[in-house]
């Protein structure tokens, strides 16, 4: 079954499990920081993995020491879904294990 956008109050919701993650409207981010580049740059295959088995995929954008994490669902036309919120959560785990901030 296809996604279903979320409402802005789903959305907001949705956030109060997700600290540091924020919504833009159609998309919901969170920028990680790491003790340096090898370290921010370790968790993208990770990532990646998770997002692979999920089918779903994250704007992943590496800088020195930080990782900032962007995603929306295109199927709907780039709106924050289930699939999102759910990515945003398996991805917070995954910092969790490299101990980000
Ligand atoms: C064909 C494939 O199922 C789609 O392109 C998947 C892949 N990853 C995706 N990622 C995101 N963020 N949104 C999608 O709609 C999406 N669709």
New binding site residues.
Partial sequence: MAPRPLSPQEIQDALTELPGWTSTGDRIERTYTFAGHLAAAAIVTEIARVQESL????DLTLSYDKLKVS?????VGGKVTELDTELAHRIEQIAVEHRVA
């Fill in positions: 089918n779903h995929h994250a995603v929306n669902t295109h199927s």
